[in-house]
T-cell receptor, first 113, second 111 residues
Framework: DTGVSQDPRHKITKRGQNVTFRCDPI?????LYWYRQTLGQGPEFLTY????????KSRLLSDRFSAERPKGSFSTLEIQRTEQGDSAMYLC???????????FGDGTRLSIL | GDSVTQMEGPVTLSEEAFLTINCTYT??????LFWYVQYPGEGLQLLLK?????DKGSNKGFEATYRKETTSFHLEKGSVQVSDSAVYFC??????????FGPGTRLSVLP
């Protein structure tokens, strides 16, 4: 169990640029979640995958956001035409199944200049 | 849908004081309950869990008991340390449902 890893840890970019984050879940976990967290708040659900299928997307996930999980392994979250309001910590978590604990990565902190 | 309520804090304690952070939930059936801790600049770490009524989860001196009759899962520690300063999240997971997190409670422990 090597844990959930996220890359990069920090991303600074100019408004209007595209960014992509990567998440590598725990290998035997078939569910993968993306969350957004702003300062002083709890994690806000964005989307989740069961294997390679994206089963649910939050209303927070505007058309500028897209997530993939090819082959049911790692996942990427892309934000196009970044805006100031996208500045946040983006967290990834994986889980084995219902009623099991989610395991989180350390997150990617996005700062928009 | 399922929901979690917890005291929002912030909570400020002196070192070696007793800690209680209240958490109550609303859910159908028998969810699993969790406490997570988040240190600055890091992701959430699982602190403890309980999967059925009357289960007691414990880790690093922290404890919480799954109380079905009061739908509660309060976090306790007998003697807090400065290193316990962090944000604590109560959460639940139910069949066919996504994880539900409480709003988090910031704990500051002063030397």
């Amino acid at each position: 169990d090597t844990g959930v890893s996220q890359d990069p840890r920090h991303k600074i970019t100019k408004r209007g640029q595209n960014v992509t984050f990567r998440c590598d879940p725990i290998s035997e976990h078939n569910r993968l979640y993306w969350y957004r967290q702003t300062l002083g708040q709890g994690p806000e659900f964005l989307t989740y995958f069961q294997n390679e299928a994206q089963l649910e997307k939050s209303r927070l996930l505007s058309d500028r956001f897209s997530a993939e999980r090819p082959k049911g392994s790692f996942s990427t979250l892309e934000i196009q035409r970044t805006e100031q309001g996208d500045s946040a910590m983006y967290l990834c978590a994986s889980v084995r199944g219902d009623r099991q604990p989610q395991h989180f990565g350390d997150g990617t902190r996005l700062s928009i200049l | 849908g399922d929901s979690v309520t917890q005291m929002e804090g912030p909570v400020t304690l002196s070192e070696e004081a007793f800690l209680t952070i209240n958490c109550t939930y609303t859910a159908t059936g028998y969810p699993s309950l969790f406490w997570y801790v988040q240190y600055p600049g890091e992701g959430l770490q699982l602190l403890l869990k309980a999967t059925k009524a009357d289960d007691k989860g414990s880790n690093k001196g922290f404890e919480a008991t799954y109380r079905k009759e009061t739908t509660s899962f309060h976090l306790e520690k007998g003697s807090v340390q400065v290193s316990d300063s962090a944000v604590y999240f109560c959460a639940l997971s139910n069949y066919g449902q996504n994880f539900v997190f409480g709003p988090g409670t910031r704990l500051s422990v002063l030397p």
